[in-house]
């Protein structure tokens, strides 16, 4: 009696092992994650990288990368030991786990993750595909067999016209294709990676994604036709916005007090993201544009931004006056064609830092600031909606955590 009672209470209350790759725009939608199935009184098993590990030092479970450290997470070994190394140590883990006294009962994979499937099968758990990024990007990556069989991918001279059979997704420009889509040359590992992880991302019992469904509704709507799909984002649980958990892989600064001087809406943030990297004179165009344009600003810049691993790029003087780019053409359409809260820096491929500054003003001038305002407090109004008690949201996660409690139960009877 004793063991089937525990047995319902597992099946109840299923036991979540969530395994982010290690970069930051993944492992911080993937502690959300974990702290919001926390909150519902689920067991989650967080699990880091040792590169993760060391840049955090938060931890409580870690395996090796299947690679040295000190590397560029980008395009080094560390993303080649991702596709080779990396799943026997994710293998070896969670048999471990499965021999504890509660073992998993759902594996949550990133989605470019190339072994969720393979792994989950094996010991008989839940496969869940988690995508951190928008979901048209998703859907761009789903369908790589359309955009080769119509060479706009995986050709040395690749088409320019309009792209406009992808489910989901209105008609698009290549210009607007991630960047690693826009390459000629597909043999790299990151390509191989991207490839494979979306076929084992079709295998998956479940996708979740870290959106709304009032942002995308095409390609979420789409995407739900071929698997079953559950929209739960943005996840940002309210009562642990006081950062309990730390996550930035780098070292950061407090500005609060610097900004608290500052007049609302008067100072620039500038980021690129967690993949992207530069040239330094790039970033040296950047830095004079920023300073050129006369505005407040903070700006985060990774360490590893130069992919030349030069430290000393930034203009002469410019601290003590202020004290490859992934997906980053596809947030571009969405921001600055779909939703209307920004602009383009520039039109050709190459930018001064004259036309820095002078974007940088258009934007914050009175005028332009103010519309963009309206637009983003028209989003934030969706968002809002989505996050409430009926919100799509908060509904989908409710049905995605039944969908997973009901193929759990039948996994048990099963094995």
């Given at each position: 009696m004793g063991e089937n009672q525990g047995d319902h209470q597992s099946l109840k209350k299923p036991h979540f092992i969530i395994i982010p790759p290690p970069f930051q725009g993944h492992i911080n939608p993937s502690v959300q994650l974990t702290l919001k199935l926390a909150s519902r009184g689920f067991t989650v098993t967080f699990v880091n990288t040792e590169f993760s590990h060391d840049q955090i030092r938060k931890s409580r479970k870690?395996?090796?990368?299947?690679?040295?450290?000190?590397?560029?997470?980008?395009?080094?070994?560390?993303?080649?030991?991702?596709?080779?190394?990396?799943p026997a140590h994710v293998d070896d883990l969670v048999g471990q786990l499965m021999d504890s006294d509660s073992p998993p009962t759902c594996l949550v994979a990133d989605?470019?993750?190339?072994?969720?499937?393979?792994?989950?099968?094996?010991h008989g758990l839940v496969n869940v595909s988690f995508w951190t990024q928008p979901a048209i990007v998703f859907m761009l990556y789903y369908h790589l067999d359309l955009l080769k069989k119509n060479g706009h991918y995986g050709s040395k001279v690749l088409r320019k016209d309009t792209i406009d059979y992808i489910p989901g997704v209105a008609a698009i420009e290549p210009r607007d294709l991630t960047s690693f889509l826009?390459?000629?040359?597909?043999?790299?590992?990151?390509?191989?990676?991207?490839?494979?992880?979306?076929?084992?991302?079709?295998?998956?019992?479940?996708?979740?994604?870290?959106t709304a469904e009032e942002l995308e509704p095409g390609p979420i709507s789409a995407l739900k036709e071929k698997h079953p799909t559950y929209a739960i984002g943005p996840i940002f649980p309210s009562h642990f916005t006081n950062?309990?958990?730390?996550?930035?892989?780098?070292?950061e600064s407090d500005c609060t007090r610097w900004l608290d001087t500052k007049p609302p809406?008067?100072?620039?943030?500038?980021?690129?993201?967690?993949?992207?990297?530069?040239?330094?004179?790039?970033?040296?165009?950047?830095?004079?544009?920023?300073?050129?344009?006369?505005?407040?600003?903070?700006?985060?810049?990774?360490?590893?931004?130069?992919?030349?691993?030069?430290?000393?790029?930034?203009?002469?003087?410019?601290?003590?006056?202020?004290?490859?780019?992934?997906?980053?053409t596809t947030?571009?359409?969405?921001?600055?064609?779909?939703?209307?809260?920004?602009?383009?820096?520039?039109?050709?491929?190459?930018?001064?830092?004259?036309?820095?500054?002078?974007?940088?003003?258009?934007?914050?001038s009175e005028e332009t600031s103010n519309e963009f305002r309206k637009n983003v407090i028209k989003l934030r109004k969706k968002l809002e909606n989505a996050l409430g008690?009926?919100?799509?949201?908060?509904?989908?996660?409710?049905?995605?955590?039944?969908d997973v409690k009901d193929r759990t139960e039948r996994r048990n009877k099963k094995f």
């Open positions: 870690h395996i090796s990368n299947g690679e040295d450290d000190d590397d560029d997470i980008f395009a080094g070994s560390l993303c080649r030991g991702a596709y080779t190394c990396f989605s470019f993750s190339t072994w969720g499937s393979a792994i989950a099968w094996k826009q390459e000629t040359d597909t043999s790299t590992v990151m390509h191989r990676l991207i490839e494979k992880a979306f076929k084992d991302a079709k295998n998956a019992d479940l996708i979740i994604m870290n950062r309990a958990v730390e996550m930035n892989l780098w070292s809406g008067s100072v620039l943030y500038a980021s690129f993201g967690s993949f992207a990297h530069s040239n330094k004179e790039d970033i040296e165009t950047i830095a004079n544009g920023l300073l050129l344009s006369g505005v407040s600003f903070i700006w985060v810049l990774r360490p590893d931004i130069v992919s030349s691993k030069v430290k000393d790029f930034l203009p002469n003087g410019f601290q003590e006056n202020v004290g490859n780019k992934g997906d980053q947030n571009r359409k969405l921001v600055v064609d779909d939703w209307k809260i920004g602009i383009d820096l520039c039109k050709g491929k190459l930018v001064s830092s004259d036309e820095v500054a002078e974007r940088i003003k258009f934007v914050m008690r009926n919100g799509t949201s908060q509904m989908n996660f409710d049905k995605f955590v039944e």
